[in-house]
Nanobody, 121 residues
Framework: QVQLVESGGGLVQPGGSLRLSCAAS????????MGWYRQAPGKERESVAAITRGGSTNYEDSVKGRFTISRDNAKKTVYLQMNSLKPEDTAVYYC???????????????WGQGTQVTVSS
């Protein structure tokens, strides 16, 4: 019943910025981890950034220093601030969340609907 709703994608010129948001709703749950993946045409889906329950972050090498992942636990929302965007960042970006629902012993994985990010002049 949990849904992840993404927003913030769009068209931006090289060197520009975008901020993606992903809000989890629809149930009572604890967030174990949240992150962002992306998939470009003809390529495998790859992990871009992740943040754990304790606040530790991980980034794909190509986005280090340019992207920042953060979260607001009260709003059950994760963000991806993308600066100095490059054409190779063009992809569909998917939000991912690992959640433990109330009354459930295991962690389950959920995906957002995807949002298109296009970097082009």
């Amino acid at each position: 019943q949990v849904q992840l709703v993404e927003s913030g994608g769009g068209l931006v010129q090289p060197g520009g910025s975008l901020r993606l948001s992903c809000a989890a709703s629809g149930g009572i749950f604890n967030i174990n981890a949240m992150g962002w993946y992306r998939q470009a045409p003809g390529k495998e889906r790859e992990s871009v950034a992740a943040i754990t329950r304790g606040g530790s972050t991980n980034y794909e090498d190509s986005v280090k220093g340019r992207f920042t992942i953060s979260r607001d636990n009260a709003k059950k929302t994760v963000y991806l601030q993308m600066n100095s965007l490059k054409p190779e960042d063009t992809a569909v970006y998917y939000c991912n969340a690992q959640l433990t629902l109330l009354g459930r012993p295991n962690t389950h994985e959920y995906w957002g609907q995807g949002t298109q990010v296009t970097v082009s002049s």
